[in-house]
């Protein structure tokens, strides 16, 4: 397998968990076709605010690496809570991304934030938490979704 359809694999992988992280998908499987005998099984699934890749290939071919911190330098970690941006959950609790069902969220993707705006909600014993923005910036990345359950020090949002 060359180095330039490894990092065409990789990057293919990424957009299946931001299409899963985008579409509140739970899972995606999906199979690229490259030939007789040689194949990407890729199956991306969400446990809680994490994002877990499982690969499998036939015998006949070896199967690509899954990325990990010794895989090529992109731009943001494999894991999202070592990005030196990460908003990480302050307690355990449910997350809420909005006020209330059915109004706007208070941020989204792109959206330029200030130190001390509130991202979201976090629920925990019947005690609505506002997070705080911890620095000025523009969100970039979102990790949960509006309603899941989050861990203390859980990756929430990436603001650069």
Do not use: C, W
Request: a negative charge.
């Amino acid at each position: 397998m060359t180095q330039s359809r490894n990092d065409a694999d990789v990057a293919f992988i990424k957009a299946l968990a931001e299409l899963l992280n985008q579409n509140e998908l739970s899972e995606l499987s999906v199979k690229r076709d490259y030939g007789e005998n040689d194949s990407l099984n890729v199956k991306v699934s969400k446990l809680g605010s994490q994002i877990l890749m499982t690969q499998a290939a036939p015998s006949a071919q070896p199967a690509p690496q899954p990325q990990t911190a010794s895989a090529p330098k992109t731009e943001i970690p494999a894991d999202p809570a070592q990005h030196p941006g990460a908003v990480t959950s302050p307690m355990v609790g449910t997350a809420y991304l909005a006020a209330e069902p059915g109004s706007s969220n208070f941020v989204s993707i792109g959206a330029q934030v200030a130190e001390g705006d509130t991202l979201m909600i976090i629920e925990a014993m019947k005690t609505m938490n506002h997070i705080p923005a911890p620095r000025a910036g523009t969100v970039k990345r979102i990790l949960v979704t509006d309603g899941s359950p989050v861990e203390f020090g859980a990756p929430l949002m990436i603001i650069e």
